[in-house]
């Protein structure tokens, strides 16, 4: 008897939901596509929306059996199952359960920080380590911030790791 792994598929570009929905009709295998939640602007308003947290990619429980190894690669919307020299390559399953601990319902993992557009900050690490400013936007999906710096009188906009600033006094 054949054993199933997860295995990463890579699709076409954003195509995972394409590729959840088809593969949900034609194979019988688990598939887990988490996602993160992520504020975008459009059309000059703030709105809320559920990205892949692997852009390109989601996961597929299966065994690399023929019939199954040929109905996931050639699902609409796949471009590939990941892996070396032709050969896919399992994921491991403690990387796909710590992924699926920090998952919410609907396999959403909540982003969260304690900075704030508008909170004072002071770059701890890296060439500008020691300046202060105004956190001026959180990018969520990088993890970067930007923050608006008083250079020589002028202001100036950095952006930078998220975890390379900590929250001063006013």
Not at 58 to 75: D, G, S, Y
Not at 119 to 132: C, F, N, Q, Y
Request: some cysteine; aromatic content about 8%; glycine content about 4%.
């Amino acid at each position: 008897m054949a054993v199933d792994h997860w295995f990463a598929i890579q699709t076409k570009p954003r195509c995972e939901e394409q590729v959840v929905y088809w593969l949900a009709r034609r194979a019988d295998v688990p598939i887990f596509l988490p996602k993160l939640e992520a504020l975008r602007r459009w059309r000059g308003r703030t709105i809320r929306r559920l990205e892949a947290l692997f852009p390109s990619y989601l996961f597929v429980r299966m065994t690399l059996e023929p019939e199954t190894w040929h109905t996931v690669n050639w699902t609409p919307g796949v471009k590939r199952i990941v892996g070396t020299d032709e050969v896919p390559v399992p994921v491991p399953d403690e990387a796909i359960d710590l992924i699926k601990a920090r998952c919410q319902a609907g396999d959403v993992v909540p982003w969260a920080s304690n900075l704030r557009p508008g909170s004072h900050v002071r770059i701890k690490d890296g060439p500008l380590a020691g300046l202060e400013g105004v956190l001026e936007r959180v990018a969520p999906r990088s993890e970067r911030v930007r923050v608006l710096l008083s250079l020589l009188q002028t202001p100036a906009r950095v952006e930078i790791e998220i975890v390379d600033l900590e929250e001063v006094s006013p």
